[in-house]
């Protein structure tokens, strides 16, 4: 069946500029992670939903990020004000029991 | 203390080799434990789910060691494929919260 995708693969963008980032995990599955990884770097846990709540927000690095679900299904994470160092590897996650599935990420540029 | 932490490596080992490698996790309450492959530029892929009496899965061997606090991967009879990032992952705190290790690079050779 068809596996978690995430979109844009790559995104581009300049200092300052709020970007979008589409997460759709498998379906069924309840449960909706987004991560962070940095170049060399381990996964860092961003925000957790079940359902369409996020009963943990704790990895949010600032205000900046937001995320939300709808439908139980598609997530968004939003950057605003994007900066350098938020330049990484965003990946998202679902899963129905403890196994998470993995999309393929997008690789985010701030120039 | 980081939640769990792996030696880096890199492990270069010839074809046919065996290579091991542990991590330790901090959280002596942790119930699950998995090791996952990522490949570069790719996403993590679970490889094997790490079940308390040890399990296998072809030529791959993973142990608990509860009282230690550490997991290990055992890769037999290496293949080219095998090359790759091995990330130790531990559910923390919470149920549903994973914490990932840094990964350890293995590079298999001709």
């Known amino acids: 069946g068809a596996g978690v995708s995430q979109s844009p693969s790559n995104k581009v963008t300049e200092k300052g500029k709020d970007v979008e980032l589409r997460c759709d995990p498998i379906?069924?599955?309840?449960?909706l992670y987004w991560y962070r990884q940095s170049l060399g770097q381990g996964l860092e846990f961003l925000i957790y939903f079940q359902g369409n709540s996020a009963p943990d927000k704790s990895g949010l690095p600032s205000d900046r990020f937001s995320a939300e679900r709808t439908g139980g299904s598609v997530s968004t994470l939003t950057i605003q004000r994007t900066q350098q160092e938020d330049s990484a590897v965003y990946l998202c996650?679902?899963?129905?029991?403890?196994?998470?599935?993995f999309g393929p990420g997008t690789r985010l540029l701030v120039l | 203390r980081k939640e769990v932490e792996q030696d880096p490596g890199p492990f270069n080992v010839p074809e046919g080799a065996t290579v091991a490698f542990n991590c330790t996790y901090s959280n002596s309450a942790s119930q699950s434990f998995f090791w996952y492959r990522q490949d570069c530029r790719k996403e993590p892929k679970l490889l094997m789910s790490?079940?308390?009496s040890g399990n296998e899965d072809g030529r791959f061997t993973a142990q608990l060691n509860r009282a230690s606090q550490y997991i290990s991967l055992l890769i037999r009879d290496s293949k080219l494929s095998d090359s790759a990032t091995y990330l130790c992952?531990?559910?923390?705190?919470?149920?549903?919260?994973?914490?990932f290790g840094a990964g350890t690079t293995v590079t298999v050779r001709a």
């Open positions: 379906s069924g599955h309840t449960a």
């Open positions: 790490v079940y308390s």
């Open positions: 992952v531990v559910n923390g705190p919470n149920d549903y919260k994973l914490s």
């Open positions: 996650a679902s899963s129905l029991w403890e196994t998470q599935y």
